[in-house]
Every structure is written in C-alpha cells, then in structure tokens.
C-alpha cells in the first residue's frame, strides 16, 4: 500500500535535527550515498536502502526528480535472500555423500558439517536473487514532517537507522503521547504526570 493506493497504512514521524544548507543538496547527497545497492550475485543477504519512487528497481537521484514543490519524495527498498531450509538440507546431505565417498570414511566430524553447510548457503545465496520490499515516503523537510507508508516493525527500525544516517536527523514516531509531549508545551511537571499515565480499558 503506498502514496497512490487506495487504502493506506502510514507512520507519521517528526523529523528532527538540522538538515545542512543548501537543504535539497543535502537530502541528495543523502539519498545518493546510501542508495540500494544490488546483491543478486553477491554473498550479503540483505541491504537495505533508498531508491527513486518512480522507478524503485533503478535507484538514481540525480537532478530535482526526487522533489515535488516542498515535498520530497522516495521510496525505502529492503531487498532480502531467503534460501527455503529444504534445498539448504537437500544440498547439504549430497555434499556430505560425496566427502564421505572421496574420503572413504563412514562420518564426518561436527566442524565439517558446518563448514558444508556454511559453504552451501554462500555458494546458493550467490545463485538466488533477492526478494525486494519497497516502502514510500513523503517527507516535508521545512516543516519538519515524514510520512512513511508502513506500519511494519522491522521496516520502521530501518527507517529510523537509515534516515539517521543519511540526513544526520532523528524521526521520532508519532502516537498520542509523542504528539501530547511534542505539541502541548508541557512543564516539566506535566511531563512528569503524562509519563506515568496508562491505556484505559473500555471493554472488560
């Protein structure tokens, strides 16, 4: 579900920290150094980064693509390996048979299955392309907003370290205490008191 979608699922975050002058040559600086690098035919498993919103599978930012009058916009791609276990234990069991009939011995040892078995998940994540996740953001860099289109845990955690790193900013994730806290002016009396507040049941 992203920023055309019909339907929507989105994280509101507060952006804050200074974003270096010339503000939209920093956001590109940012968005170019930590663009989604390809691992198809490459050991990591995982990587994760930023990519155009109108073409996610050919990450480029150069130019003012990325921006649309205040607002700049792009995406979060999570690409991931996963090697189903069963062909993981299927290549495994033939590596085994064929040491044991090289060597002509009837086991091998515990540090030699998992250094088959190690070889065997480098030597498949090599083959198997990785599975990509795009997630959508819309972020207002004057006002000091973000919007991001998911409420996925794992990939809010990674666009919390990502963005932190990129832009040198911190999101802070908006619910109803982060927005009490942030937009009531509290003294610290009352911050106090909003801290040791808790949910109210209206079920039994």
Do not use: C
């Not at 649309?68 to 995406?75: A, D, H, I, L």
């Not at 069991?93 to 065997?120: F, G, P, Q, W, Y």
């Amino acid at each position: 579900m992203g920023l055309l979608s019909s339907s929507l699922a989105i994280t509101r975050y507060r952006v804050e920290g200074e974003i270096s002058s010339p503000l939209m040559d920093s956001v590109r600086d940012g968005l170019q150094k930590y663009s989604i690098q390809d691992i198809d035919n490459d050991a990591p498993d995982k990587a994760v980064g930023w990519t155009a919103w109108e073409s996610p599978f050919s990450p480029a930012f150069e130019g003012d693509s990325f921006i649309v009058g205040p607002y700049v916009v792009f995406s979060l791609r999570i690409d991931k390996k996963t090697i189903p276990p069963k062909i993981i234990k299927k290549e495994q069991a033939k590596e085994m048979a064929r040491r044991l009939a090289d060597t002509d011995r009837t086991h091998l040892s515990r540090n030699e299955k998992r250094e088959i078995r190690e070889n065997i998940i480098q030597a498949l994540s090599l083959r198997i392309p990785a599975t990509p996740n795009v997630y959508e953001l819309l972020w207002h860099p004057t006002d000091g907003w973000l919007w991001f289109f998911s409420t996925q845990k794992a990939a809010n955690e990674e666009l919390e370290t990502l963005f932190s790193k990129s832009f040198k900013a911190t999101l802070i994730r908006l619910f109803p205490y982060t927005i009490a806290d942030l937009a009531s002016g509290l003294t610290p009396d009352g911050r106090d008191r909003l801290g040791g507040l808790s949910p109210t049941r209206f079920t039994e």
